[in-house]
C-alpha cells in the first residue's frame, strides 16, 4: 500500500542501534469501516471473519518500520485509518484466491496480497511497492520483544508472483525453525535456506538477517515481523545472488504460525 497525504516519523540509524543491542545480548553469554455500509455483503465467511479492527507493524521499501491500524467491513473492503499515529484513510479491495489466501488492489492501483491464518485473528500482506506487514485482530500495541521470542518451530504458506504480480506459486508450504538467532527454513520447492538473525528491533518484533547457499544457488536475506502476541509471522527471503533485488519477483512471501 502506497500512503498519500502523510508525513511519517522514521525510525533512524536501524542497524547501528541493532548491531549494539546485539553485542550487548552476546557480551552476556523493520477510522472507518470500509464505505460500503449500504451494499449487501457477499456472506463469504472468509471475508465476513476479517471484519473489525486490526493492529500491527509494517515495513517499507526503504526498511523504515512502523506501527498501523486497519479496519475491514465484512466485504473485504479495508480502510488504513493510521501509521503510526497519523491519520491515512487510504483504502484496498481483497479478492478472494482461497480461503486463506487474497489479492489485494488498493485506492492509488497498487497491487498486493493477503494471507490470514485459519482462525481469521492474523494475517500478513505484501504489495508491488516493496511494502509488507503482519496484523492482529483486536489488538490496540505492541509489547516490547524480546530477542527470544522467534524462538520455536512455525509453520505456515506463502507464494511467489511475477514483476507483475502474477502468481507463479499460490502453495509454497513452509516451516521455520529459529533458536539462538539461527534459522532454518524449509519449502515443498527445494528452496531451504540456513542462515543467523543479525538485527533486532524489540520495539517492533523485527529481525533481519543473512542466508547461506541453498540448493538454488541462492543467497540473500530474511526478514520476519511478529503480531503482538508473538504467534504469527509475514516474512519474506530476497534473493541477493545476483548483486540486486527486485519486489516483487527475487521475493519469497511466507506467513507462518507458531507451533
Given at each position: 500500500?502506497?500512503?498519500?497525504?502523510l508525513?511519517?516519523?522514521?525510525?533512524?540509524g536501524?542497524?547501528?542501534?541493532?548491531?549494539?543491542?546485539?553485542?550487548?545480548?552476546?557480551?552476556?553469554?523493520?477510522?472507518?469501516?470500509?464505505?460500503?455500509?449500504?451494499q449487501?455483503?457477499?456472506?463469504?465467511?472468509?471475508?465476513?471473519?476479517?471484519?473489525?479492527?486490526?493492529?500491527?507493524t509494517?515495513i517499507?521499501?526503504?526498511?523504515?518500520i512502523?506501527?498501523?491500524t486497519v479496519?475491514?467491513?465484512n466485504?473485504?473492503?479495508?480502510?488504513?485509518?493510521?501509521?503510526?499515529?497519523?491519520?491515512?484513510?487510504?483504502?484496498?479491495?481483497?479478492?478472494?484466491?482461497?480461503?486463506?489466501?487474497?489479492?489485494?488492489?488498493?485506492?492509488?492501483?497498487?497491487?498486493?496480497?493477503?494471507v490470514?491464518?485459519?482462525?481469521?485473528?492474523?494475517?500478513?500482506?505484501m504489495?508491488?511497492?516493496?511494502?509488507a506487514?503482519?496484523l492482529?485482530?483486536k489488538?490496540?500495541?505492541?509489547p516490547?520483544?524480546?530477542?527470544?521470542?522467534?524462538?520455536?518451530q512455525?509453520?505456515?504458506?506463502?507464494?511467489?508472483?511475477?514483476?507483475?504480480?502474477?502468481?507463479?506459486?499460490?502453495?509454497l508450504?513452509?516451516?521455520?525453525?529459529?533458536?539462538?538467532?539461527?534459522?532454518?527454513?524449509?519449502?515443498?520447492?527445494?528452496?531451504d535456506?540456513?542462515?543467523?538473525?543479525?538485527?533486532?528491533?524489540?520495539?517492533?518484533?523485527?529481525?533481519r538477517?543473512?542466508?547461506?547457499?541453498?540448493?538454488?544457488?541462492?543467497?540473500?536475506?530474511?526478514?520476519?515481523?511478529?503480531?503482538?502476541?508473538?504467534?504469527?509471522a509475514?516474512?519474506?527471503?530476497?534473493?541477493?545472488?545476483?548483486?540486486?533485488?527486485?519486489?516483487?519477483?527475487d521475493?519469497?512471501?511466507?506467513f507462518?504460525?507458531?507451533?
Open positions: 500500500m502506497k500512503f498519500t497525504g508525513k511519517y516519523s522514521y525510525f533512524r536501524f542497524a547501528i542501534l541493532l548491531t549494539l543491542f546485539l553485542l550487548a545480548i552476546f557480551a552476556g553469554c523493520d477510522g472507518g469501516g470500509g464505505g460500503n455500509e449500504d449487501a455483503s457477499t456472506g463469504d465467511p472468509d471475508l465476513t471473519i476479517l471484519e473489525g479492527t486490526w493492529f500491527g509494517m517499507d521499501d526503504t526498511n523504515i512502523y506501527t498501523m479496519t475491514f467491513d466485504d473485504g473492503n479495508l480502510v488504513v485509518d493510521s501509521v503510526d499515529g497519523n491519520p491515512v484513510g487510504d483504502t484496498a479491495t481483497l479478492t478472494k484466491i482461497t480461503s486463506t489466501m487474497f489479492s489485494m488492489l488498493d485506492s492509488n492501483n497498487i497491487k498486493g496480497m493477503v490470514v491464518d485459519a482462525q481469521g485473528l492474523h494475517l500478513g500482506w504489495d508491488e511497492a516493496d511494502n506487514g503482519v492482529q485482530k489488538a490496540s500495541q505492541l516490547v520483544f524480546d530477542v527470544s521470542d522467534i524462538n520455536g512455525w509453520w505456515g504458506e506463502g507464494f511467489w508472483c511475477d514483476a507483475d504480480m502474477n502468481l507463479l506459486l499460490d502453495d508450504q513452509s516451516n521455520m525453525t529459529v533458536n539462538d538467532l539461527s534459522f532454518s527454513v524449509q519449502d515443498n520447492y527445494n528452496t535456506i540456513n542462515g543467523s538473525f543479525l538485527f533486532f528491533l524489540p520495539e517492533y518484533g523485527a529481525w538477517g543473512k542466508y547461506n547457499l541453498n540448493a538454488l544457488g541462492e543467497s540473500g536475506s530474511l526478514t520476519v515481523l511478529l503480531t503482538a502476541d508473538n504467534n504469527f509475514t516474512s519474506f527471503s530476497i534473493d541477493n545472488a545476483n548483486g540486486a533485488e527486485s519486489c516483487p519477483q521475493y519469497r512471501y511466507r507462518l504460525s507458531l507451533q
